[in-house]
């Protein structure tokens, strides 16, 4: 099914020249393109019944009230079809776009500049996935989202799916995940995949000119993994690691493994790397076993380790789906969604896992900013080539010349004046130019919500420009964004302002002792620094 009409040229709009005849659909069984309307569906944001404590009942960090109009967002198809979810319309012809689950089994990249509301795109699609399949969803957050957090997790539980929230801002309340269990047990035999996986998960093997530090990093972990497994420490935490890595500096030149050693010593500073309530433990394992949708906060802007964490975290479900299905367990799907996901993807790992994830049945969902950021990360064209479908919400420099690229060449005419002499003529010429016009992309570029639908691998289909419709207000996301997430017990009494008074006198001798010691010393200073005699 395609998601919008070509548009004919008009009849006489080139003189001289019919107008092309719409060709036929590609793929399909001899449908008709058309465009779908949908039945409407319940919403997720609603009141959180485990909300915070302090919702107040002024109502001012209240969940907001239901949605009741969700005719935007379909929960069954109608008959014969497949489930959609709604995007929104096309800018040019008003009908509705909207993409089915079958496309979106396949790698899906989202790009745009902040404020161009790509987590809003992301969280509504988290939320369909939720309503709509049974898969696990793992929300790697790196942009910190805190409306997106409380979405999806009201999403969870009004679908009554398992849920857990990691966080790395110290005062929330979170889970924990121990990034070391997917190496368990760790022995001579496996010493080489446990040094892979951790060179693979924070991007450590470097290329190009940096590649003299990949090797360094991959001999600092084969040592440090080899050390452990021979003194028989078959289940390593990261303060285990950490430790052995700075034993080795100490045969190596330190400054040779600073990369290695630095990213260990940051992740044996957070606290949800180690092992807590069992009851909050995120094991990928049982994520996918259970369908879990696990919600990761990640604030890398006060703490550079959080990216490692999500990279962890994000290798730790990859690694579970690959080996449910080499063990041969009853398939499971993963729902892998990656905002900000130029900050972890500077290895060939994430490059092939971007080609590879559908032979695991992972739904690998990506973002980020720019084409520049991909360049510099090197995924510029692996994530092109290997992501089907595209949506586009700020088209800027190269993105303009490839939306132009991808879009099939049209008759376009030219007219001009003709001075030959004292005569004066009209000319009209016609040459052909790509049917998306600069100006367009530019105008899409500069206007919030609107972007561009690209797929690829189901026949040749225009980019489309569509205006992306949330399917809640401005108020309601905004209130999401201020509704706190659980804090811990510790952090609001640590936060709690003191009611004692601030202004009361001290009586004690000792304190009159001190102060009339002070007078005595400011009278003296104030005497030295006076040109004025002393009256006697």
Not at 43 to 56: E, H, L, Q, T, Y
Not at 98 to 126: D, M, N, Y
Not at 414 to 433: C, H, M, P, T
């Amino acid at each position: 099914m395609g998601f919008f009409s070509r548009r004919l040229p008009v009849p006489g709009e080139f003189p001289g020249r019919e107008p092309e005849p719409e060709p036929e659909p590609a793929g399909g069984n001899g449908e008709s393109r058309s465009l779908h309307r949908i039945a409407p569906a319940s919403s997720p944001v609603g009141p959180d019944a485990d909300g915070p404590a302090n919702a107040g009942q002024d109502g001012r960090h209240a969940p907001p009230p239901p949605l009741t109009d969700r005719s935007k967002c379909p929960s069954r198809p109608h008959a014969n079809e497949e489930p959609r979810i709604h995007l929104g319309v096309c800018v040019s012809s008003g009908e509705e776009v909207s993409l089915s689950l079958a496309q979106l089994e396949r790698p899906v990249h989202i790009q745009g500049g902040t404020g161009e509301r790509k987590t809003l795109i992301l969280a509504h699609l988290t939320e369909r996935f939720i309503a709509l399949t049974d898969a696990a969803v793992v929300y790697v957050d790196l942009s910190e989202d805190q409306a997106a957090a409380n979405y999806v997790t009201d999403a969870a539980k009004q679908h009554g799916r398992p849920k857990r929230l990691l966080s790395t801002v110290s005062e929330h309340v979170s889970a924990w995940f121990d990034p070391m269990k997917p190496i368990y047990p760790l022995t001579q035999d496996h010493v080489v995949q446990a040094k892979d996986y951790f060179m693979a998960a924070l991007s450590l093997s470097h290329q190009g000119k940096h590649r003299f530090w990949g090797k360094v990093n991959d001999i600092a972990f084969l040592r440090a993994f080899k050390a452990l497994a021979a003194r028989g420490v078959t289940e390593p935490h990261v303060e285990d690691v950490r430790q052995e890595l700075e034993r080795t500096s100490r045969v190596v030149r330190k400054q040779d493994m600073v990369e290695a050693l630095l990213e260990f010593e940051q992740l044996a500073t957070q606290r949800v790397l180690y092992r807590g309530s069992p009851a909050d433990e995120i094991d990928y394992d049982q994520v996918l076993e259970s369908k879990m949708v696990v919600y990761l906060l990640l604030g890398v802007l006060l703490n550079s380790a959080a990216a490692g964490v999500g990279a962890l975290n994000a290798w730790g479900a990859v690694s579970a789906a690959i080996r449910r299905k080499r063990r041969g367990l009853p398939p499971r799907r993963l729902i892998l969604i990656i905002d900000e996901y130029a900050m972890v993807a500077h290895s060939d790992a994430y490059r092939l896992l971007v080609v590879l994830c559908r032979k695991f049945g992972i739904t690998l969902i990506v973002a980020n900013q720019s084409t520049q950021q991909l360049r510099e990360a090197g995924n510029d064209q692996i994530v092109f080539d290997s992501t089907p479908t595209k949506l586009w919400m700020s088209p800027l420099q190269d993105d303009i010349e490839i939306i132009r690229g991808l879009s099939k060449e049209t008759w376009k005419q030219r007219k001009g004046l003709s001075y030959r002499g004292l005569s004066i003529s009209n000319q009209v010429s016609e040459f052909r130019d790509p049917t998306a016009e600069r100006n367009d992309v530019l105008d899409t570029a500069f206007t919030p919500m609107e972007g561009y639908l690209i797929e690829f691998g189901r026949g040749y289909v225009e980019p489309l420009r569509f205006r992306f419709e949330p399917p809640w207000t401005v108020e309601q996301w905004a209130e999401l964004g201020e509704r706190p997430l659980p804090m811990r017990e510790d952090a609001k009494v640590a936060t709690k302002p003191s009611l004692a008074p601030t202004n009361v006198p001290l009586d004690n001798a000792a304190h009159k002792r001190r102060q009339d010691v002070l007078r005595k010393i400011l009278v003296a200073a104030k005497d030295r620094e006076s040109w004025e005699p002393k009256s006697s």
